[in-house]
């Protein structure tokens, strides 16, 4: 039977939309989670047509019961399913400083998961993001407290688990010191050992109030490991003697994907796959069908000389497997109070209020969130329904509103020709606070979000229709 409980031991990706691309591969590896990703449906009538297509396929073709699906729901710039409502991100809640609406956020994801089918999400996200130069965390952090964070991560959990959805703290022990994103290479965390385990104290406070699974990140940090270029999720000194040994981790350990440049630019698929169950995981994710392939084969090659090893991840997994539920939906009304209290301003004051019935020069970046391209700035000033046009030279003269968003800072070219062009420019954030840095001496107003609601909710602070009470959750040493 080895061979049909090594499926307990996979996370994996679906091709596409079509089931039937994905039949030979689901025969061959039986795996009893698949997470679900943007580019699998487009619509929540998709996503839960996929789902029944793929259970019936379980019990009917496979006599097994229906898998568990997972899904990157974590709100802000992380989502999957963008037309079911969903918080905005961590560093948003985190910035409202109340542990209600954290514990709402969990809530509310739980519960619209749950209803659609998905009973795990992998989330929240509990780095300490101390690194303004971190390209891959930022707005997913709570902030830069490990304390505040364990309080703000513990209070999510909390709110899936009332709604019976699975959890994932991630990712262990910390992503949030680093300058390289592990999607592309392997990101090196030359920190102290002590200081590691500061900023992985939300990780144990999880543990201590009940998550369901731990998520190991793709870092090398040599102050742990003691080998050279080797990954946490490889790593026994990290898994079982940092995780399991020493902060007591009973529940599943999964890897973050092994598909990732940070593992599979150093380590051939068969081997990051035994070198991670040897290292302590339990569930390995892979969104390379092909790369499952190789490990599923070589772990087989090696399960009798594992056996003790797998016995134990196989006990631990089955713990995840139950009836989900979903109990009372949480109010539209409280998301929209929670994004309002999220919203910040930084810079100088705007007192008297802005007055919003005027012609607007607009300079808006195309984002994409869950799949879905958008312009949030102009959404949400069409929600509004304020007159506005595009920025350009031809706008000189009017007063003026940018998109501040990280990396499409850069399509805003040089700030300070908008500044020359514009006597009156507002500055509305939808990224990291840091951004705010390029637009010093302005008004800023931010809600850490790329959404439409939340860059909406920060022009109705501009415009004076609320009074703006959010906090910066990290330092900014000029404000």
Known sequence: MADRKLGLLFQVALKGRDLETNKR??????????????????????????????????????????????????????????????PPSNMAVGATDDEKLAYYSGLLSGYHLIVNGVGWNLAPVLDVNDSPANPIIGIRSYGDDPDFVSRMGNAYIRGLKAQGCLSTAKHFPGHGSVSVDSHIDLPVDERAADEIR???????????????????????????????????????????????????????????????GAVKKHFPPSESALMAIRAGADIIEDTDQDDVDEMYSSLEAKAASLDSILSA???????????????????????????????????????????????WAVYDCEVTVGGRKFMPLSEALAELGIDHVGGGEDTAGLPA??????????????????????????????????????????????????????????LEALFGIFTPRGKVPVSLKSF
């Open 25 to 86: 591969f689901l025969k061959k590896i039986r795996p009893w989670s698949i997470v679900l990703f943007s580019d699998n449906f487009s619509t929540a009538v998709e996503l839960n047509e996929l789902i029944n297509a793929v259970s019936h396929f379980y019990r009917s073709e496979l006599s097994m019961p229906a898998p568990l699906f997972s899904i990157d729901q974590e709100g802000g710039n992380v989502i999957r399913a963008w037309d079911i409502p969903f």
């Open 198 to 260: 500061r900023t992985a104290l939300p990780f144990a406070a999880a543990l201590e109030s009940g998550v369901d699974t731990v998520m190991v990140s793709h870092l090398y940090y040599p102050s742990l490991t003691g080998e050279k270029d080797l990954p946490a999720t490889l790593s026994v000194e990290v898994i079982t003697g940092l995780l399991r040994n020493e902060m007591g981790c009973n529940v599943p350990v999964l890897t973050d994907s092994l598909s990732m």
């Open 313 to 359: 991840a196989y006990k631990r997994v089955e713990r995840l497997f139950g009836e989900p539920r979903a109990s009372v939906p949480p109010s539209a009304e409280t998301l929209q109070h929670l994004i309002r209290c999220s919203v910040t301003a930084l810079g100088p004051g705007t007192q008297p209020f802005v007055r919003a019935d005027r012609r």
């Open 401 to 458: 509103l940018v998109l501040m968003y990280g990396e499409h800072l850069k399509k805003h070219n040089d700030i300070s020709s908008i500044r020359k062009r514009h006597s009156e420019l507002y500055a509305i954030g939808a990224g990291t606070p840091y951004d705010a840095y390029a637009v010093s001496g302005i008004p800023y107003f931010t809600g850490y979000s790329p959404n439409v609601q939340s860059v909406k909710a920060c």
